[in-house]
């Protein structure tokens, strides 16, 4: 594939947004660090963003709206919230909230959790794409997994082109880190991860954060990103590599084992990954016992694999 790299102007804004209401993948600027965004509501597009990350498993994204308004259609408020995003949106702070009942952005965006992480920009080039694009994208870091953020075009080119269609540039990014993640589906606020935006500017706001920084091992606090107890995983045991169901089970297939239901008749992995968790929840609320046909451990694949050995070994 070739990727242009387009200076971010009207023209550039209006073809980006296109390519991302079409499902593709776009990298673009905001005030932090380049984005790999994708259309937070097309579950494939979603899939592509952990394809061309190379990630070994589904960490999950973040949705980048225009403003509380946006935000309202996606996930429960909470007065903190309201609060955080009053005093700090746009800019670098990123919340976790519940997903609301019927959130559209899509199920593999919040990697199988009941949260979502949302967050307004206040770069102008993806603001306006947001404007143009009409509903929120999603966009981790525009880097393969392992590697740096980067903080300006070239650094985007020189990791991923010939991954993706366009590059937007902006120029280098203002503040240079990640934004500043903070759970706040509750009355505290949780530090999730430290970022452009200090923990004493939140604190002058909220009086003192809960750092939600630790490990896993932390029992106390809820887990931080990506950190696996805290994933969705189905209540009905699970049991990999089946070929068929035994009589208490559902088969949840993929390729040319059909199954109850088929994670991708036709054996693409990125479909797979964009029905994994639906059809995880919609597999356990039908059966007492769910078996998994094989799924292939390449690509796409090994992320499926991670999470899904996760879910049939839970302590
Ligand atoms: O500044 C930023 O936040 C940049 C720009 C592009 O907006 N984006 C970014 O995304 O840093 P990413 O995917 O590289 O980092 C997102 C972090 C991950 O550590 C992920 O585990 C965490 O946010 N995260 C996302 N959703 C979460 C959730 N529901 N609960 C807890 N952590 C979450
Ligand atoms: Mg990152």
Redesign the pocket.
């Known amino acids: 594939m070739e990727t242009q790299i387009l200076q971010a102007d009207a023209k550039s804004v209006e073809i980006a947004a296109a390519l991302l209401g079409a499902g593709h993948l776009v990298a673009l600027p905001?005030e932090?660090?380049?984005?790999l965004a994708a259309d937070a509501c097309n579950e494939i597009a979603v899939a592509k963003i952990f394809d061309v990350k190379q990630r070994p498993e589904f960490?999950?994204?973040?949705a980048?709206v225009t403003g509380p308004e946006a935000a309202r259609e996606l996930v429960e408020m909470t007065p903190l919230a309201k609060e955080l995003m009053a005093a700090f949106w746009p800019g670098?702070l990123?919340l976790?909230l519940q997903r609301k009942e019927n959130c559209p952005v899509a199920k593999l965006a919040?990697?199988g959790?009941s949260?979502?992480?949302i967050?307004a920009?206040k770069g102008e080039t993806a603001r306006a794409v947001l404007q143009k694009l009409g509903r929120p994208f999603v966009?981790?870091?525009?880097n393969p997994s392992g590697r740096l953020?980067p903080t300006k075009a070239c650094h985007v080119a020189d990791l991923l082109a010939g991954k993706i269609p366009l590059i937007l540039d902006d120029g280098s990014c203002r503040i240079g880190?990640?934004?500043t993640?903070i759970?706040a589906d509750g009355e505290r606020p949780i530090l999730?991860?430290a970022?452009?935006l200090s923990v004493e500017d939140i604190e002058a706001i909220t009086g003192p954060l809960i750092d939600g920084t630790a490990t896993k091992s932390d029992k106390d606090v809820p887990h931080?990103?990506?950190a696996l107890a805290?994933h969705y995983a189905p209540q009905a045991p699970l049991r990999l590599n089946a070929i068929s169901a035994q009589p208490d089970e559902g088969l949840l297939g993929f390729g040319d084992i059909e199954g109850d239901m088929n994670l991708s008749p036709k054996g693409d992995l990125t479909e797979a990954a964009a029905n994994l968790f639906s059809c995880l929840h919609e597999m356990d609320q039908r059966f007492a016992k769910i078996a998994v046909a094989r799924i292939p451990e390449v690509h796409l694949g090994r992320a499926i694999n991670d999470r899904l050995t996760r879910a049939a070994h839970k302590d």
């Open positions: 905001t932090t660090v380049y984005g960490n999950p994204l973040i980048h670098a990123t976790v919040s990697a959790l949260t979502l992480a967050r920009p966009a981790p870091s525009a953020s880190v990640e934004s993640i759970r999730l991860r970022g452009g931080a990103p990506g805290s």
